[in-house]
């Protein structure tokens, strides 16, 4: 054969196929921009968590001390290490949270660093927008502060507004009031690459607001991992109590988080490829099928079995190759809509980029997926004898042939499964996930299977039967008894019962249509099975993310309903505290509110052993059964004291004393605690500490010093309403309070109508204080809910769309298949046993089929019964068409019952 006659051959069938090579294209292209959209996203979201790690790190090392932070003295030591050459360099800041009012909620704070502008940062700065080239060095003097862009876009800020800031400190100090001009506007790159609606101000500046002097954060750079390394041994020795992560680090505990991201969104395209590929078996078969003849003169003229081979490959790898260029040019517009979704869904910095690769690689993805997929028509097309098809004798059911059927879908999957593994680049979970959507779509198809048959027997009856009666009866008490555990299965089920009612009710001619509608559903079991699949999985999924997320939403909902007593908490010094004590009167809607003193605390020693000491050599995260290092200092680094003088004792309704007692009025004058339950129970303090062990605690300048009885151990509720993580009396706070820094929190319940007047009435009578408004939290949680659910639908929408080109492929290939192909019960109508009056002309054929098309869409979704089925096209066939005396039959008007059993079944 001429090496012309294959292209010239290929490229003219694939014309002439017209619809069914579009929807060839469509089933490749679809399944590819699936995958390489998802790949695509994959890549910006590794590319945003680990190209710029050591920047994102702040540099070599980030050393981190939220529960003992860094005074001055401290950092002589790097000084030191400096010195010695052990470091390079390093800068220390203090983080803090703000906001623009003293009336701060979850959605409009931000973070704020206090930064030494001579030093910081020791890796990449970020770029400047305005000024063009400025640096930090020159623009960071007295007030002046600099943002990113996400800052000015959401507060709508520009360079020289001037406004003020609220600052509620991350190392325990008061709370601060700054007055800021805002000087550059900056991008998030470089050492702010992971940073969102970040502000940096002067260390100078930020000091000269509160008389305790704290950094939280000293950012490290080195000479060589070797440096890295021997630098990491010193400062933990040094500074036990603080948290060390390196770039490498850094690198690791992100590596694996975006490895899993990548791999939940790579599988969720070789879903959507997976459900594509079966639309290409769908219409290959019939593209080869339609041309039985024409093999058949092939091979009678000398061509082999092997020629057959390559010249139907080429035709399938030509489709795979364009449409997986179109699915792959597509999948760069999908991909910047996903992206926005996460970006927005876990609010972090996500640049978009294209790799050419994964894009070129998508292509490739067409081509080997068309070849897999079509490899069983393939061969079953070459395999065709002239003789039967001279001879118009049906397709050969030996034992040979089945066998050859099975091992080619054996195959199919072997190639499926190696083609997983490649883009997982995962043995075992490319044939786990693999196999294992194969094995439930199987036990699926089963299920689907045996409804296509409940489906295609039920009666349609001319006129009332007991029988019939008998049978609707048992569906509607089904259905009731299903509604009353899943409500929307029975009341769905209970509607398609009704329909048999109405059914009866229907014209003759129109009861006809139906009949031919139900007997078209069993006739291709196969087809309809793999329709009823491709819908379920899609419909299922997103039904099941929306199903499980309103659920979420509802649990979260009521425990804030329940479990919430108060909406607005104020933090606030020692100044305003007596001010918000003595008019508390004038707050608009107030109906509750109570107040405890709190402090920041520093763990010493537990029953004597240097904490150090407790903690040495346990890991710093922390686990599904430890606290880990970083959890018990967190557990331990803030007091909150109530007025047990004045009876007032924590609240038993949101929290369970699991052992000894609560506080009360006996504890006035002593250094009595309650501790957490995770405390006394997780590891690594699980059986070393319990009522009875004691805890001494440092205030965080160091200079005091107070050990505590524990005399409880509480469990918090759903929702907890205190400050701090210890619970003791307000003479133990006052104690561990440095001297000038005292804070105490105001728990406020007010009328949820008059919070926006209360919180402003708050911030005239305690200008100072940081007002944290709860009253949105129930929003903000179902915000970022629907953010994550869209996120997930979308995700899982490309799986439906795959599985919607299946069956829009699926109603074009019945289409196509023409007069003469069509069953005989279509053809004559007498075959389905209805009397000559009620047999349906040509016009009525087409009613039946359209009706088939809406009949098998409640079948595939049990999320929403919704989808589409379809019948080959049904004519009648000329005797039946000579029979008729009179005028030609019309399709039968859409009337708003059959309107409404369409938008209902379909």
């Not at 009861?511 to 099975?529: E, F, M």
């Not at 997320?549 to 479990?563: E, F, H, P, Y």
Request: aromatic share 6%; with cysteine.
């Amino acid at each position: 054969m001429k090496t012309s006659m294959y292209f010239n051959y290929t490229t003219r069938s694939l014309l002439r196929g017209g619809q069914r090579t579009v929807l060839a294209l469509f089933c490749v292209a679809v399944g590819v921009m699936a995958i390489v959209a998802l790949q695509l996203v994959g890549l910006m979201i590794n590319n945003a968590f680990t190209s710029n790690v050591r920047d994102a790190n702040g540099g070599d090392i980030a050393v981190t001390s939220n529960t003992k932070p860094f005074t001055g003295d401290n950092l002589a030591y790097f000084d030191q290490l400096k010195g010695n050459g052990t470091i390079t360099n390093y800068t220390a800041y203090a983080s803090a949270t703000g906001s623009l009012s003293n009336a701060s909620s979850i959605t409009d704070s931000f973070m704020v660093q206090a930064v030494d502008p001579t030093t910081y940062p020791v890796v990449t700065p970020p770029t400047f927008v305005n000024p063009s080239g400025g640096s930090i060095a020159s623009l960071l003097t007295g007030n002046a502060a600099i943002v990113d862009q996400p800052f000015a876009e959401q507060f709508h800020k520009a360079v020289g507004d001037t406004f003020d800031v609220h600052l509620g400190s991350n190392a325990g100090t008061s709370e601060r009031l700054l007055h800021v001009r805002i000087a550059g506007i900056v991008t998030d790159s470089g050492v702010l690459a992971q940073s969102k609606s970040a502000m940096l101000i002067s260390q100078a500046y930020y000091n000269s607001t509160a008389p305790v002097v704290l950094y939280d954060t000293i950012d490290v750079t080195t000479a060589n991992q070797q440096h890295t390394d021997q630098a990491v041994q010193l400062i933990n020795a040094h500074f036990p109590l603080a948290n060390t992560q390196t770039a490498a680090d850094a690198l690791k505990s992100q590596q694996g988080l975006v490895d899993n991201i990548k791999k939940f969104l790579e599988i969720a395209g070789l879903l959507a490829l997976l459900i594509g590929g079966v639309g290409i078996v769908n219409t290959m078969q019939v593209l080869l099928s339609r041309r039985k003849i024409e093999i058949a003169m092939l091979k009678t003229t000398g061509y082999r079995r092997f020629d057959l081979y390559l010249l139907f490959g080429l035709e399938a790898g030509l489709l795979g190759l364009v449409g997986g260029a179109i699915g792959a040019l597509i999948a760069t517009g999908v991909s910047f809509l996903v992206r926005n979704l996460v970006q927005q869904t876990f609010n972090i910095n996500i640049p978009f980029l294209l790799d050419p690769l994964t894009i070129g690689g998508g292509v490739l993805i067409g081509l080997v997926t068309a070849l897999i997929f079509g490899l069983m028509p393939i061969v079953q097309a070459a395999n065709i004898r002239p003789l039967n098809v001279i001879r118009e004798l049906p397709g050969s059911h030996r034992v040979g042939s089945v066998f050859l059927t099975i091992g080619l879908l054996l195959l199919l999957s072997v190639l499926f499964c190696a083609l997983s593994i490649v883009i997982l680049n995962d043995v075992i979970l490319g044939v786990s996930a693999v196999y294992g959507t194969f094995v439930f779509l199987g036990l699926l198809s089963l299920f689907f299977s045996l409804v296509v048959i409940v489906v295609s027997v039920l009666p349609v009856p001319e006129r009332f039967t007991w029988k019939f009666l008998a049978l609707l009866i048992a569906g509607v008490a089904l259905s009731v008894l299903i509604a009353l555990a899943l409500p929307t299965f029975g009341y769905l089920l209970l509607a398609v019962t009704l329909m048999g009612f109405v059914i009866v009710l229907l014209p003759r001619t129109w009861k006809s249509t139906t009949k031919i509608a139900l007997r078209n559903i069993g006739r291709q079991r196969a087809r309809t099975t793999t329709t009823l699949l491709a819908l379920f999985v899609g419909i299922f999924t997103i039904g099941l993310i929306l199903v499980l997320g309103q659920n979420l939403r509802d649990t979260i909902d009521n425990a804030l309903a329940t479990s919430l007593n108060y909406n607005v908490i104020t933090i606030a010094s020692q100044s305003d505290v007596n001010a918000l004590q003595s008019r508390q009167s004038t707050i608009p809607g107030l109906s509750k509110s109570k107040h405890d003193l709190i402090a920041s605390t520093v763990p010493v020693a537990i029953n004597g052993q240097h904490i150090e000491d407790v903690l040495k050599n346990v890991p710093s995260g922390f686990s599904f059964n430890s606290l880990g290092r970083q959890g018990v200092l967190g557990l331990l680094s803030g007091v909150e004291g109530y007025d047990v003088a004045h009876n007032q004792v924590p609240d038993t309704t949101n929290l369970t004393i699991t052992d000894g007692r609560n506080l009360n009025a006996s504890d006035v004058g002593k250094n009595d605690i309650l501790i957490a339950w995770q405390l006394a129970n997780l590891e690594p303090l699980k059986g070393k500490i319990r009522a009875g062990s004691t805890i001494t605690l440092a205030s965080v300048d160091g200079k005091q010093t107070v050990t505590a009885n524990v005399v409880g151990v509480y469990r918090s509720g759903s929702v907890s309403i205190s400050f701090e993580p210890i619970l003791t009396t307000t003479d133990t706070v006052q104690a561990l309070s440095p001297a000038g820094a005292e804070q105490a929190v105001f728990f406020m319940k007010i009328d949820s109508d008059k919070v926006g007047k209360a919180v402003s009435v708050i911030g005239t009578i305690a200008p100072k204080a940081f007002v944290f408004n709860l009253a949105n939290i129930g929003d903000f949680i179902d915000q970022y809910l629907n953010y994550m659910l869209l996120t997930l639908s979308t995700i899982a929408g490309l799986s439906l769309l795959a599985g919607i080109i299946i069956i829009a492929n699926a109603v074009a290939l019945a289409n196509e298949n023409g007069p003469g192909r069509q069953s005989d019960s279509q053809g004559d109508p007498i075959g389905i046993n209805l009397s000559r009056e009620a047999r349906p002309g040509a016009g009525r054929s087409v009613g039946a089929r359209v009706d088939d098309e809406g009949l098998g869409g409640p079948l595939g979704s049990p999320a929403g019964w919704g989808g589409g089925r379809v019948s080959p096209k049904c004519e009648p066939d000329e005797q039946d068409a000579g029979d008729h005396k009179g005028p030609p039959f019309r399709s039968p008007p859409l009337s708003p019952l059959r309107m409404l059993m369409g938008l209902f079944l379909g």
